[in-house]
C-alpha cells in the first residue's frame, strides 16, 4: 500500500483562527469538506455557516512541486441562524453537506445544507466590468435625462479578477427533521435530501415542491424502532438509491418499481453473533455514512468500530469488514458516558476504490488498501506535520508493555476526532477536517 507521506505546506486555519490563533470558537468547526468532480476545487463548511472553497494551484516550470497546493478561492456566508417561531426551535447554521454539480461553463454550483435548507450556490470569476452607461454615471448615480445628450456605448474594461457567490435557488419547507444527506442524481436533474423519517426528491428548477420517496414515520411515533441516517444515489444509475438506518441496515430503492420507495428492491444486514451481544450492540451498530463506490458494484457502510463493503449482489453480509479502532471495545461504558460513542464518522474511497479511509480518534485516521489487505493508521497533527515531511505510521497498543513508538488507549485524547474526511476522484491527495484545522496529504512524489 502506496504511504501517504508528503504534507502540502500548510495548515489551514478559519479566517477568526488566523487571527487569534492560541483557541477556536466552535464556529470554526470544520462539519464537510468535498472535492469537486475534477478535484481542483476543494470546499469545506463548518459550523458558523461558512463555505470556504480552496482552488488547486496550476505547475509551473520554476516551481514544479507546487503543484497540488491549494489556496483560498472564495467564502462565503451560506446559512444563518434562524428560529422556527411554530416549533419554539432555534435552527443552527451549520453546515451538515456540501456537494458539487459537474461543470458545463466557466462557473461551478454546488450544493450546502443546514438541518433544514437546502442552497445551490453559483461561484464565478469576474475580471471586467462595463463602463460608459447612459442612464447613469461611473458611481451608479442616475444622471439628469436632460443632460444626456449624445448615445454611448458602454465598453468592459479589465478589473482586479473577483470570485463571486450568489444564491441561485432556495429549497425549505420540506423537512420536519434535521437533514443529514443530500446527493446528486446522476441525471444531473434532480437530488434527494434525507432526514431522520423521510427522503425527499427534488428537481434543479423547482424551489416549492419535492417529492417524498421514502416515508418510514409509524402513525404512533412510540412504534418508531429506527431513523435514516445517510442516503446516497447511484453513480451511474439515476433510479436507484441506498440509505441506512440507526439498526446497522442498508436499503436499496429503485424508483421505477413506485413512486414511494417505502418497498426497498434489495435489504443488506449482517446477522449479529449472538456471543458478541452487548448494551451497546445497537447503538455500535447505527451506520453512520453509506457511499457507492465509483463503478457502482460495491457499497460502504461505516459503523462505530468498523468499515464493511458489501456487494450489490449479495444482501446476507458483507464481502469484506475492516476493524477501524476495535482496541476501543473495552471502553465503550465510558464512550458512552462522554456521548463520543454516538459521533458519526464517514468514509470514502479513493478514485479507483482499491482503497478506503475513515477517521478515528486522538486526530487518526485509517486506510485500507482492499487488494493487499494492509492497513496504516496516521496522524494529523500540527506537531507531527512539517512541510513535505513523511507521515509516520502510529500505533496503538492494548496493555503490556508498550513501545517507544507506541501510544497507549488510555492516552488516547477523545475530544481530537476526524469525522470528516474526502479523497481526490483521480489523484491521491486527501483532505481531512481536524476540529477547526484542514490538512492535505499527497502521495510520495519523486
Not at 82 to 98: G, P
Not at 283 to 302: E, L, N, P, Q
Not at 326 to 346: A, G, M, P, T
Request: net charge neutral.
Amino acid at each position: 500500500m502506496k504511504c501517504f507521506s508528503r504534507y502540502l505546506p500548510y495548515i489551514f486555519r478559519p479566517p477568526s483562527a488566523i487571527l487569534s490563533c492560541s483557541c477556536h470558537t466552535e464556529a470554526d468547526i470544520i462539519s464537510t469538506v468535498e472535492f469537486n468532480h475534477t478535484g481542483e476545487l476543494l470546499a469545506t463548511g463548518d459550523k458558523g455557516g461558512r463555505v470556504v472553497i480552496f482552488q488547486r494551484e496550476q505547475e509551473s516550470k520554476n516551481q514544479p512541486h507546487r503543484r497540488g497546493e491549494y489556496n483560498v478561492y472564495s467564502t462565503f456566508q451560506s446559512h444563518e441562524p434562524e428560529f422556527d417561531y411554530l416549533k419554539s426551535l432555534e435552527i443552527e447554521e451549520k453546515i451538515n453537506k456540501i456537494r458539487w454539480l459537474p461543470q458545463q461553463n466557466a462557473a461551478y454550483f454546488l450544493l450546502s445544507t443546514n438541518d433544514k435548507t437546502v442552497k445551490l450556490w453559483k461561484v464565478s470569476e469576474r475580471d471586467k466590468r462595463p463602463e460608459g452607461y447612459n442612464l447613469k454615471d461611473e458611481d451608479g448615480r442616475l444622471r439628469d435625462p436632460s443632460m444626456i445628450t449624445m448615445l454611448r456605448v458602454p465598453v468592459l474594461r479589465p478589473m482586479d479578477l473577483m470570485v463571486e457567490a450568489t444564491p441561485r435557488r432556495v429549497f425549505a419547507n420540506a423537512h420536519t427533521y434535521h437533514i443529514n444527506s443530500i446527493s446528486v442524481n446522476s441525471d444531473y436533474e434532480t437530488y434527494m435530501s434525507a432526514d431522520d423519517l423521510r427522503i425527499n426528491l427534488w428537481n434543479f428548477e423547482i424551489t416549492n415542491q419535492s417529492f417524498n420517496i421514502v416515508d418510514i414515520k409509524p402513525a404512533n411515533m412510540e412504534e418508531l424502532t429506527e431513523v435514516i441516517t445517510a442516503a446516497e444515489f447511484h453513480p451511474h444509475h439515476c433510479n436507484t438509491f441506498v440509505y441506512s438506518s440507526s439498526k446497522g441496515t442498508i436499503r436499496l430503492c429503485d424508483m421505477r418499481t413506485s413512486a414511494l420507495c417505502d418497498r426497498h428492491a434489495k435489504f443488506f444486514e449482517e446477522p449479529e453473533d449472538p456471543s458478541n451481544r452487548s448494551f451497546f450492540s445497537e447503538i455500535i451498530s447505527s451506520i453512520s455514512d453509506v457511499k457507492f463506490s465509483h463503478s457502482g458494484r460495491y457499497i460502504m457502510t461505516r459503523d462505530y468500530l468498523t468499515v464493511k463493503v458489501w456487494d450489490l449482489n449479495m444482501e446476507n453480509r458483507p464481502i469484506e469488514t475492516y476493524q477501524v479502532h476495535d482496541y476501543l471495545r473495552s471502553k465503550l461504558c465510558s464512550l458512552y458516558e462522554n456521548d463520543c460513542i454516538f459521533d458519526k464518522f464517514e468514509c470514502v474511497w479513493n478514485g479507483s476504490d482499491s482503497v478506503i479511509m475513515t477517521g478515528s480518534y486522538n486526530n487518526f485516521f485509517r486506510m485500507f488498501d482492499r487488494n493487499t489487505k494492509r492497513d496504516v493508521t496516521l496522524e494529523a497533527s500540527r506537531e507531527n506535520s512539517k512541510p513535505r515531511a513523511i507521515l509516520k505510521p502510529r500505533k496503538v497498543c492494548v496493555g503490556g508493555k508498550r513501545r517507544k513508538d507506541e501510544i497507549s488507549v488510555d492516552s488516547l485524547d477523545f475530544s481530537k476526532k476526524i469525522l470528516h474526511t474526502a479523497w481526490h476522484p483521480s489523484e491521491n491527495i486527501i483532505a481531512v477536517a481536524a476540529t477547526n484545522n484542514l490538512y492535505i496529504f499527497q502521495d510520495k512524489v519523486n
